[in-house]
């Protein structure tokens, strides 16, 4: 029974290393206790207690999933995600310096697979993203996963004082440990529209034209700026094809004079496209760029006639068609590229979207998860991506959080949540021929260096 608390309680200790706490130094506590519980069974008491770790964990971080479709598909997705825990049961742990590294290795591994699979995966809840505001300057170097690893290293205090001394060491060395973010070549005054939505929920664009009349009123305000950004669904009805949407878009535009961005969903052949649309200061379209990363459940569904039958709001989810190639928009001559909600959740992706871009900007629509924690929790995986990439982020919700993230992953400004607000910002656009190390390294460097070290445990385990 006790092995079962101290499982409990690692995952609770992941959980309190996000928002709404954010306790950086709670997930090395989490990753340690599970270290030590796994060091003292077997096979089956391994697997049930890595599990109950997980479940733990993703019930608790993942209940915003619920918060307006019940607790059926929450319990799916937690559930769905804690079974990946299983691969840390499966390896025999010593309480030696190789044990240690195999279960952090095991941890990180289990991470990457769940970004990437099933569906094109789930990346949320990643240790990596937790530890901003502690290890800034570790992030452009090794990136989000390099930061999982570390965070599962911790494991090391629990051993010899050698081993001790070398974390500790590590832990020192971050606070001198430049950070790679490139120097900026340029800055902009941009402006990012919190607009606002009538109600909160799956149904906040029921009224035609109310989101997008919100987002045109707020950003009435707005003057000597180079860019406006506003979030996704900011148009909630397709402005190239709906009149009066066009008109409302372009009468801004002729009375500002001021660049838009916006986030739209247009109408395709096939179906719904998830677009980021950057209006030029004569009201033409630019640029446009379709979100490719679709998130699964929520923007089409899979296994589409199980999951109505689990949950009567699938039914309502139409099957939006994903864009095939990344398309750069440009103000004053530098490019930029929108990362429209959950696409900030896949190390690839946001890799190749950020590669030649001066900065960022991040399109989300949070009214669909109420007051939870959803919101908060993203503003977070952002500023990790910042601090990863090197690059200023500018975050545009709906209801929030919409703010400026600079390029260590500091939020110099924010708006406050449910507020209808334009967040002005100067924003440093780097060099876009510029790379962090950290976004030089793709996925499957690290899945074939923690494979090794997990093949290399085995082989010292059967001898």
Not at 60 to 73: F, K, R
Not at 432 to 451: E, F, K, N
Request: proline share 4%; net charge neutral; charged share 15%.
């Amino acid at each position: 029974m006790l092995g079962f608390l101290q499982a409990t309680l690692s995952g609770v200790c992941f959980w309190l290393g996000f928002a709404p706490f954010e306790w950086g130094f709670a997930p090395f506590v989490g990753t340690a206790l599970l270290f030590n519980i796994l060091t003292k069974n077997e096979l089956n008491r391994r697997v049930a207690l890595s599990i109950t770790s997980g479940a733990t964990f993703f019930l608790l971080l993942l209940h915003w999933s619920s918060t307006y479709v019940g607790a059926i598909p929450w319990l799916i997705l937690a559930f769905g995600q804690a079974i990946f825990f299983l691969l840390l049961g499966l390896f025999p742990i010593q309480r030696t310096l190789t044990g240690a590294i195999t279960f952090a290795s095991a941890f990180t591994l289990i991470e990457i697979f769940r970004m990437k699979l099933p569906f094109g995966g789930f990346g949320w809840g990643r240790l990596g993203f937790t530890q901003v505001d502690n290890f800034s300057p570790f992030y452009s170097l090794v990136g989000v996963t390099g930061i999982t690893l570390f965070v599962g290293l911790s494991s090391l205090l629990l051993l010899k004082s050698r081993s001790k001394y070398v974390f500790i060491s590590v832990v020192a060395l971050s606070f001198f440990l430049p950070n790679f973010q490139s120097s900026a070549v340029s800055n902009l005054r941009i402006a990012a529209v919190q607009g606002g939505v009538d109600k909160l929920g799956f149904d906040f664009n029921d009224r035609a034209l109310s989101v997008l009349n919100r987002h045109v009123d707020v950003s009435q305000v707005i003057t000597d700026v180079d860019l406006i950004v506003w979030p996704e669904n900011s148009s909630d009805v397709d402005p190239v094809k709906n009149a009066l949407a066009r008109t409302s878009i372009a009468d801004l535009i002729s009375a500002k004079r001021i660049p838009l961005l916006i986030g739209a969903v247009e109408s395709g052949d096939k179906g719904p496209l998830n677009t980021s649309l950057l209006y030029d200061t004569n009201g033409k379209i630019d640029s446009r760029y379709v979100k490719q990363d679709l998130a699964p459940f929520g923007e089409y569904i899979p296994l589409r006639s199980w999951a109505e039958a689990i949950s009567p709001y699938a039914t309502n989810v139409r099957d939006f068609q994903p864009g095939n190639s990344w398309v750069k928009h440009r103000v004053k001559g530098i490019p930029f590229q929108s990362l429209i909600c959950f696409e900030i959740l896949d190390d690839d992706h946001v890799r190749a979207g950020a590669h030649g871009t001066g900065f960022l900007v991040a399109q989300t629509n949070n009214a669909t998860f109420g007051t939870s924690s959803e919101a908060a929790q993203q503003l977070q995986i952002t500023q990790a991506r910042a601090a990863e990439l090197g690059r200023d982020f500018v975050v545009a919700s709906t209801t929030g959080f919409t703010a400026h993230i600079d390029g260590l992953g500091n939020i110099q400004e924010i708006a406050p949540q449910f507020e209808p607000r334009a967040l002005t910002m100067n924003v440093s656009a780097v060099d876009a021929d510029q790379r962090t190390p950290a976004s030089r390294i793709p996925s499957w460097i690290w899945v074939v260096m923690l494979g090794l070290v997990l093949l290399r445990a085995v082989l010292i385990y059967r001898r």
